[in-house]
């Protein structure tokens, strides 16, 4: 936070811009854990009760680990189709 404070004097648009990078983070990781409770507990726990029993524990911890896993590749394969547009369309800004 207080690299937030000290960027806000120097430059308030980066630190407006750092803000809103770090909420959009809150968000896309409390839907990934949103949609990771819906998915791997639907798969996982038939019958809710008082406690999980140790099959639905570790096929929740590996669904889990799975699903963190897609997500993390998807992720980063979203982001670097972004970077290549990005990177090419200013290297066509020129052009038109």
Known sequence: MSN????SSADPK??????VRQEA???NARQLI????????EKCVPKPGSSLSGGESTCFTQCMEKY???WNTVSK???????QESARGSNNAGLF
Do not use: D, P, W
């Not at 937030?4 to 960027?7: R, V």
């Not at 949103?34 to 507990?41: D, R, S, Y």
């Open 4 to 7: 937030l404070f000290a960027s």
């Open 14 to 19: 980066a630190a407006v811009m750092n803000q």
């Open 25 to 27: 983070a809150m968000t």
């Open 34 to 41: 949103e949609k990771l409770n819906e998915h791997c507990f």
């Open 68 to 70: 963190m896993a897609t």
């Open 77 to 83: 394969q979203y982001i670097g189709r972004i970077q």
